[in-house]
Every structure is written in structure tokens, then in C-alpha cells.
């Protein structure tokens, strides 16, 4: 009896970030859900629908906009999201997902991203690189905007 080839698992990339917030963390995730002050860090015209199950889209350029279905929830802890297929780009069997974890560590909101499901394909490396760069700026954004709030409240 003749075995059957089992498919190799699609190789994939992701990347990861950090930053840290001189901010209660709850300040920092509500700049992470909240649909208005994600636009202003994130990408314009954010829209979120904050729980599990919700939705989370954004446009982050003229060329792309990420929808994206809210897959673990856990306020002020946790937040993940698995994306919809890009359109324009290779199919694909990887999912991408982007996994949000705000912790603090010594009185600062320390926020962090693991993104991942990329597939290695050539195709995908400008989308790839575009994204990663993206959310290095866009997570400095939000630092400063929530830093500012903070002073704003303090003075």
C-alpha cells in the first residue's frame, strides 16, 4: 500500500516589537481599542469592534488596508488578530496574525507585538517589509500619544 505525501507546512516569517510606555497600561490599551485614537497612531479611519469575536481594520496606506477578526480578547491583557487574506498577493494556507501582549514592569506599560503567518514567498516580501516597518512607526505613535496624554492630565 502506497503512503500518501503529507504536505510540508508553508514556511513562514513574522516579526517582533516592544515598546515601553511611561503610562498605566490601561491608557495604552485603550489606544490599542479604542476606534478613534487608533486612527490617529495606527491608520486613519480605524474601525474596532472591541471583544472577542469583534473586528479590527484600518487603513495603514493608500495601498493597504488590514481586516482582521478579533480572536482572543482579554481586556487590558491581551489582544490578537488573524487577518483576512490580502488581496493582490500569492493564495496562501499561512494565516497572519498579530498578537498584542501589555504587561508592566516596574510602573511601565510595556507593550508587545508578535506578528507571524508571512509566507517566505518572494511575492510577499514587499508587503512583509512594508508591515513590519509600519508597526515600528506606528508603535512609536502611539507611545508618544499616550506620553502626551499623560502630561496633559498631570499638569
Same mark, same amino acid.
Do not use: C
Given at each position: 500500500?502506497?503512503?500518501?505525501?503529507? =504536505?510540508?507546512?508553508?514556511?513562514? &516569517?513574522?516579526? !517582533?516589537?516592544?515598546?515601553?510606555?511611561?503610562?498605566?497600561? @490601561?491608557?495604552?490599551?485603550?489606544?490599542?481599542?479604542?476606534?478613534?485614537?487608533?486612527?490617529?497612531? $495606527? %491608520?486613519?479611519?480605524?474601525?474596532?469592534?472591541?471583544? !472577542?469575536? %469583534?473586528? $479590527?481594520?484600518?487603513?495603514?496606506?493608500?495601498?493597504?488596508?488590514?481586516?482582521?477578526?478579533?480572536? /482572543?480578547?482579554?481586556?487590558?491583557? &491581551?489582544?490578537?488578530?488573524?487577518?483576512? =487574506? =490580502? =488581496? @493582490?498577493?500569492?493564495?496562501?494556507?499561512? /494565516?497572519?496574525?498579530?498578537?498584542?501582549?501589555?504587561?508592566?514592569?516596574? @510602573?511601565?506599560?510595556?507593550?508587545?507585538?508578535?506578528?507571524? @503567518?508571512?509566507?517566505?514567498?518572494?511575492?510577499?516580501?514587499?508587503? $512583509?517589509?512594508?508591515?513590519?516597518?509600519?508597526?515600528?512607526?506606528?508603535?512609536?505613535?502611539?507611545?508618544?500619544? /499616550?506620553?502626551?496624554?499623560?502630561?496633559?492630565?498631570?499638569?
Amino acid at each position: 500500500m502506497a503512503r500518501k505525501a503529507v =504536505p510540508v507546512a508553508e514556511r513562514t &516569517r513574522g516579526y !517582533a516589537h516592544r515598546i515601553d510606555v511611561n503610562a498605566p497600561a @490601561g491608557m495604552v490599551w485603550n489606544a490599542l481599542v479604542d476606534s478613534k485614537m487608533a486612527s490617529l497612531w $495606527y %491608520g486613519p479611519e480605524a474601525r474596532i469592534t472591541a471583544k !472577542a469575536g %469583534g473586528s $479590527y481594520t484600518a487603513r495603514i496606506d493608500r495601498n493597504i488596508e488590514r481586516e482582521a477578526h478579533i480572536d /482572543v480578547f482579554e481586556a487590558g491583557r &491581551r489582544l490578537r488578530l488573524i487577518y483576512m =487574506p =490580502p =488581496p @493582490g498577493l500569492p493564495a496562501s494556507d499561512a /494565516v497572519i496574525i498579530d498578537d498584542f501582549i501589555l504587561d508592566t514592569e516596574q @510602573g511601565v506599560a510595556v507593550l508587545r507585538l508578535l506578528g507571524s @503567518g508571512f509566507p517566505m514567498d518572494e511575492n510577499w516580501d514587499p508587503y $512583509y517589509q512594508r508591515l513590519r516597518a509600519h508597526w515600528g512607526l506606528a508603535l512609536a505613535r502611539l507611545k508618544i500619544m /499616550v506620553e502626551r496624554e499623560v502630561k496633559l492630565k498631570s499638569a
